[in-house]
């Protein structure tokens, strides 16, 4: 059973930085495309990041050269690095396995 679970999210102040996680179970994150998404309120889901299962990267405009998608395949477990974070980051972050979702784990960003 393919489960996901991110963590790692919080309040941080603008031009800070966070980790977040996403540990799977249930399969093997290096056989397949794994992503990150985000919702702010009042808004609709929006692709952040992707990661192929040969490590081929693709980026959001609004996060490109801010944000790092990547894998620890010991761990089995897919981050998200984001630097010099913006109020307009503020969301709950979410990661997926076509057609698995997680949870999210929110992110506030705020002096």
């Known amino acids: 059973q393919v489960r996901l679970v991110e963590s790692g999210g919080g309040l941080v102040q603008p031009g800070g930085s966070l980790r977040l996680s996403c540990a799977a179970s249930g399969f093997s994150i290096s056989s397949t495309d794994m992503s990150w998404y985000r919702q702010a309120p009042g808004k609709e889901r929006e692709w952040v990041a992707t990661?192929?299962?040969?490590?081929?990267?693709n980026y959001a405009d609004s996060v490109k050269g801010r944000f790092t998608i990547s894998r620890g395949d010991a761990r089995n477990t897919v981050y998200l690095q984001m630097n010099s974070l913006k109020p307009e980051d503020t969301a709950v972050y979410y990661c997926?396995?076509?057609?698995?979702w997680g949870q999210g784990t929110q992110v506030t960003v705020s002096p």
């Open positions: 997926k396995k076509w057609p698995n």
């Open positions: 990661i192929s299962s040969i490590g081929i990267t």
